[in-house]
Nanobody, 114 residues
Framework: QVQLVESGGGSAQAGGSLRLSCAAS????????MGWFRQAPGKEREFVAT????????HYADSVKGRFIISRDNAKNTVYLQMNSLKPEDTAVYYC???????WGQGTQVTVSS
């Protein structure tokens, strides 16, 4: 049973940066597509970014394209989300996902103030 644990959330000023990490345990995620989703208060969970098992293919939501970068280190069973040029509308709980929704982390809060 794969378990995902997110870390790196916190508070940032608009224009700042944060780096989220998602560490997997209990099994390897090296062959899984990994992704990040987020959920703001009162809104549905939305897609942020995904990365193929090799790391060669990435997809981003239009709202974060050019600002966020998803990457992975299969040797460490970890996926990252580098968030730059943060905006207040990026405030949400960010969730890590493996295998197209098979596994989810518990989420990490990101709060961006203007």
């Amino acid at each position: 049973q794969v378990q995902l644990v997110e870390s790196g959330g916190g508070s940032a000023q608009a224009g700042g940066s944060l780096r989220l990490s998602c560490a997997a345990s209990g099994g390897t995620t090296s062959r899984y597509v990994m992704g990040w989703f987020r959920q703001a208060p009162g809104k549905e969970r939305e897609f942020v970014a995904t990365i193929s098992w090799s790391g060669s293919i990435t997809h981003y939501a239009d709202s974060v394209k050019g600002r966020f970068i998803i990457s992975r280190d299969n040797a460490k069973n970890t996926v990252y989300l580098q968030m730059n040029s943060l905006k207040p509308e990026d405030t949400a709980v960010y969730y890590c996902n493996a295998g197209g929704g098979t596994y989810w982390g518990q989420g990490t809060q990101v709060t961006v103030s203007s």
